[in-house]
């Protein structure tokens, strides 16, 4: 029978008619199933955590806010995660060749999904149940996965891992088909590498080669890029760090993959292949490591305050993050000098700390020239510090965390530490509280519970302080610590009593901040020294003179004996309570005659009360401060005025910072207009608008006449014997101040002005002789050194050929007394008072003795602590 015959008594037979329907109905049927089980898990997937359109359109970055010096330079970032985005355009050929090479060779021919790849995935992880298999997503998928989280399926039953996987893929097609709908391929793979975490702090691509590799992502070498995309398999498995053997084998495959696309020569990757993965230059992202750390860390507190005033707010309202909002910082700090500045301040301080090891060699604090109040000031200071530890925290909160929620449910009360350590030393305090609490704590102070807790906490305090650990400790070493084993209060106490200083740079023209070093290491102290306020001592008397020259009209080269003046109750214009009879420095006087030049040299404190009297009244003082940016109605958190009323400021008895005075200095190098210093010049949101912009702020303080005077005896201050061995015309002015606490030197050249202080955290901590401890020894080397770095740099073009202004008509007249600028005054009294000196001055070894058996080296008895 033909095929046409077998055909037609097919049609023509009912039962095979009636079986044909059913078959067609049934296959309509599962079509239309297909249909709405489609419709179905498409809506199941979409109601799910998908990313909508907006999210697509602008993905959510956490961008780290850069920070960039003068020259464009990046010296910093802020960041809660340390990422930076990086155009397609702008990444390296290596890493992109490595990409496709490894994770989709077939990027550029497939519309986000890669069906051929997806059969393989399917039998790797439906059938052999491999949750980690992967392999099958493409580059527009896995950054679809990036975009919502996926749930851990270990404890999922078959058929429930299954339906959960099936769900996965779905929502990333969707996403990949929505993704590829609405970027270009670079622009996608661009947001893959920006947006993935390599592990170790580094958020997308740019932050991995810089942690890894300590370079730009643009630099990498084939086995660096080979290393950071194989990371993309699984960061945690392929960390170069922890796993450096399993890592270099991932790296091999990649490796291989770019040589199977003809991307490597056989030659060049056998030599690859056989290299060692090298993490030498592996450094975690740490906000206390690279350049300028304090200026970072006070740059902070300027910038998030700035952006919570309302005119830098979003265009769409709301505050910048500077952690988040990918901000570009652009400041005036230039990271040449910051680099010399951190140098020289180093290298002084790790002299004068030897010195001061040397010179408190079996000395204790407590007990060396020290009465009661100075070791009460002492043992107070010391506590306090451990009263800032985590230690002294978590063990109160361990002692106290149920006396203070019962304080809480039952008086209402919160119950604070300072009170109760208070109460417990001093039972009678307790009497001033205000009625409201005074009930509450003393029942609860005077609960047996409460005292035996106290008891145990001091007693567990005072344990583990004298219990000795393996500690890091700052040293001054290539590392910047050494290992030593210590109980945790020789640690605390080796670490308070280092010497810290500060260092201030800046263009008197503009007032642009070029170097601003807080402290000796960031990552081991903290307290940022250019802001912080200490006694100015004699810095402050160049301020005295320009006053009494400029103001009163006392000739430069006048005259005056170098004997005790007294300001007394009652003078005019003084307000003092007591008779003020300030010594010079030495304790002696000469009874010789000074001219301004000699006194403002010598830094005479006689001479500076004399013209002071002269004057009649300290306001004029006050008035010039004011001018030179020093805000004479400035008060203190407890209401007093931050430049006195009182004529001891004559001497630098007044709190100032380096910035304060950095900033009075930038008048006299400016030809006799102060200049507000400034240390940003713009800020940038990540599209390039400018938020804010910085303007110089400058004002006339002292007449060009009289500032001309004043640059010439600052110039004296640095010339002949005590010259700074500078190419520059420069000039300065040192400062010390009682008990040796603080030592000080301001700097002028015609284009920077740079103040330094040199001392302790405590003022305790401190040389005891005016040998070791006055400022021409302490601060003034740091400028030097600085200064002569800055000279001998080639790449920075730093004019040692630049002047001072010339003094006007009339300037000849007023400084004609250079044969008396620097000669016989200061001789004359070595020679008159060197017998008296010998009879006064003790050696240092005349206490050796005394102190040798009874103290430990560099010791001191807190005993009186716990």
Partial sequence: MSVSDRIKNFWNNPKEKSYLKWLVRALWASLILGI?????????????????FEDLENPKYDLASVIYDANEVQFGKYYIENRQFVDYDELSPNIREALYSVEDARYFNHAGIDFRALVRVAVKTVLLQQQSAGGGSTITQQLAKLLFSRDNLDASSKMGRAIAIAKVKFKEWITAVKLERSYTKEEIVAMYLNKFEFINGAHGIKSAAEIYFDKDQSELSKSEAATLVGMLKNPARFNPVRFNERTKGRRNVVLQMMANRELIDPIELDSLQKSILDMSNFKRASQSEGIAPYFRSELTKWVRSLLLKEEYHKPEGGTYDIYRDGLKIYTTIDVRYQKLAE?????????????????????DPLKFEADEIKQKIILESIDRRIRDTELYKSLYQKYFSEIIQKAKEEFDLELKEPTLRRIYDDPNYINSLPNKVKSAYRKVTDSDKTKSQWRSFKNALKAKMNEKTKAKIFAYN??????????????????????????????PKNGHIKA???????????????????????????FVYATAIGVQGIPPCQEFNDIQYTIAPGDDGFLVDDEWSPSNANGLFTENAYNLYQGLLYSK???????????????????LLHNVGIDKNERLSNGRLVVPRVPSIALGSVDLS?????GGYTTFANNGIYTEPIFIDRIEDKHGKVIYSSSTLQRRALNPLYNAVMVDMLQNNTGGGFGLGLKSPNGGKTGTTNDYADGWFMGITPNL?????????????????????????????IYQKYLQKIEADKDIDFDISAKFAQGPTGIEDLIDCSRYKQIKPEEEQENRLQEKLDLEVFEDDEFGSEFEDEFEELSVDTSGIF
């Fill in 658 to 662: 380096l910035l304060e005075m950095a």
């Fill in 605 to 623: 404190n006689s001479i500076t009360i004399r013209i002071v009297k002269e004057m009649g009244t300290i306001e004029l003082v006050r008035d």
């Fill in 753 to 781: 002005v740079t103040g330094v202080w040199v001392g302790g955290d405590e003022k305790w901590v401190r040389f005891y002789t005016l040998d070791d401890g006055q400022g021409f020894v302490m601060a003034r080397p």
């Fill in 478 to 507: 290539d590392k910047g610590f050494e290992e030593k084993e210590m109980t945790r209060m020789d640690s605390l106490l080796y670490h308070l009593r280092h010497l810290q200083a500060g260092l201030l740079s800046l263009d």
């Fill in 36 to 52: 709405l089980a489609g419709i179905f898990i498409i809506t199941w997937v979409a109601f799910g955590d998908l990313p909508d």
């Fill in 343 to 363: 140098e020289a301040l180093k290298e002084h301080l790790a002299t004068l700390q030897k010195r001061y090891w040397r010179v408190w060699d079996r000395k």
């Fill in 516 to 542: 601003w070093v807080g402290g000796a290491d960031h990552r081991y102290f903290k307290f940022d020294h250019v802001t912080m306020r200490r006694q100015v001592g004699s810095t402050i008397k160049p």
